[in-house]
């Protein structure tokens, strides 16, 4: 038809630029590949198509280092069981949320997420043969195929975490794109003849109910939590001094040693959370010979002390602080030997209901934590 011609360039252009996005973008001209043969488009379209696929993925592995412990063949081989029910968890997992946490939610995600699954090869095989709006139904099928592409991927290189990390909040994004996909491609089958105008309607009011159902879990964002984004704060503290806090990093990483390799050069560098002016140049301070300039003499306690596990340079340290004069919470705290060198830091932003109700002023956010040399004890 006219202008199809602009629309299968701009298709290409797209495809080719899916690589640069995330690992599930190599399956994107492929998928169309398939696409293409499936519609008929013909062998100039389907060659090109198919020969984007092949440099685009060359271009992809190229000097691309081997990962032979979490390829998708090599778990699939080792556990198929568990690709299989973290696949149906990452799908379901929207309808996770529609239930207390428990064991009624898990099998919630887990029979949604075959539903979807069972619901979709249907729908496939009912779309290759209809005469009706195929290339809509086929692009959604295509699309949900894709979600479930990254489901498995993503399997490959998680399931050791364990199956229910597949419910992780960031996983929910495609999830509902696929269910949403889903929604869409029903309706247009419910839509396809005047006799289902009844049905059509039920279905509709069963979808929005559906939306309303998962509305209560979506309002929690618009109450910040302060106090995990505290912790998360404290760990990327631990990685820019480069200690081996576990239980810390774990807030933001399920390794230690993954997340201090992986941020060396950021932390370094100065890159991203490390330039923040409260954590930037945090390790290079350690050591080095300051000068207390004495203007306003703040309050506070250094309350705890406690070890790092896996870090035997460091202990970790808590308390409270704050300036009466100014009424004001300093943004971070500098632990000083007797002859004031910085021998470690901390930062501020812990809620401390208590110093609030002892102090009048501004103290709800005055406790801190951090760290500290462990000779300096």
Known sequence: YAGSAKYFIWSCLTGIAAIGTMANGIMTLPLM???????????????????????????YFYDYPPSSNSSVLTVLASNPEGVAAYILLYIGGPFHHLFPQGKTAVIAAYTSGGFLI?????????????????ALRLSLIFFIIYIGGTALGTASGRLYLGVNQALSSRYMTPSLMAWVAFSILVLSFAYETQK???KTEVLKIFLICLLGLLLPY???ALHPDNDVLYEKRIAALALEMRIKDRHQISKIFPSAEGALHMTETAANENISIFNAPDIRDVSES?????TVPIKNQCIGTLESVTSVDYDSRYVKVSGWIFDPINKSIPDSVKLLSSDFVISGYALTGQKRVDIANAIRGKALNSGFKGYLLKEQL
Do not use: C, D, E
């Open 218 to 220: 979506q309002l929690k």
């Open 196 to 198: 289902n105008v009844k």
């Open 118 to 134: 069972i619901g979709a090869l249907f729908l496939a095989i009912k779309s290759i043969f209809s005469p009706h709006a195929k």
């Open 286 to 290: 350690i050591g080095v010979k300051t």
């Open 33 to 59: 590949v398939t696409y293409a043969i499936i519609l008929r488009q013909g062998w100039k379209r389907i060659t090109t198509l198919a020969v984007l696929s092949m440099l685009a993925i060359t271009l």
